[in-house]
């Protein structure tokens, strides 16, 4: 965004926008300005599983002294449990034989510990979605809820289960800044 500039963004950004154009455009910005001061000396990471998409790519490739096959970089992330953008991404093994060279500086960390979720809600998930690998070790103690799964048949279905999951929170005095509700689908998608 601070290459792009205020002028470059949308009102209303859509999930597009913020995987293909803005990445695009900053991209153009450096190509079109080759002594700009906006490359770095080393490139760190974070959420990388998220970012392995070429727009994303192209732009680290430029701003990166030396570009991602020499140049100094690192990328943290949940390779084999949190990519939650997969559409348009590659996975890390295939970008890594793509760039790797004599000379190549980088390093990929790999998550394996979960601090976000209680034991509970990562047993569920292994059990409903099949977690494979699972987290080495779960850092939030466990606060003693059960999960409770919800089945539904359509998105119309879906929405009203919800609605009534969020009503008996507010019933029983849970904060809406106390709640978040993640989904697979983007932005867009799960506001209807």
Same mark, same amino acid.
């Given at each position: ?47 990388? =599983?998220?970012?392995? /998409?070429?727009? #994303?790519? !192209?732009?680290? $490739? ?81 606060? =003693?809820?059960?999960? /409770?799964?919800? #089945?539904? !048949?359509?998105? $119309? ?36």
């Amino acid at each position: 965004r601070e290459i792009v500039g205020p002028a470059g963004m949308p009102d209303s950004p859509s999930q597009q926008f913020w995987d293909v154009e803005l990445p695009e455009q900053a991209r153009n910005a450096l190509l079109d300005d080759p002594d700009s001061d906006m490359t770095v000396d080393q490139l760190i990471i974070d959420e990388g =599983q998220d970012l392995l /998409k070429p727009a #994303f790519l !192209d732009f680290f $490739d430029l701003v990166l002294e030396r570009g991602l096959a020499y140049g100094k970089w690192r990328m943290f992330g949940d390779f084999d449990n949190q990519m939650i953008f997969p559409q348009g991404s590659m996975s890390l093994d295939e970008y890594l034989a793509s760039i790797s060279k004599q000379g190549s500086n980088f390093s990929i960390g790999s998550l394996v510990l979960n601090c976000r979720n209680t034991p509970r809600i990562i047993d569920s998930v292994r059990i409903f979605a099949g977690l494979k690998p699972g987290y080495k070790n779960v850092l939030r103690p466990d606060n =003693q809820q059960d999960c /409770k799964a919800l #089945f539904y !048949d359509s998105d $119309d279905e879906q929405q009203a289960l919800l609605a009534s999951v969020l009503q008996s929170y507010r019933e029983d005095k849970i904060r809406a800044d106390d709640t978040v509700v993640l989904s697979p689908k983007t932005d867009c998608a799960s506001r209807r």
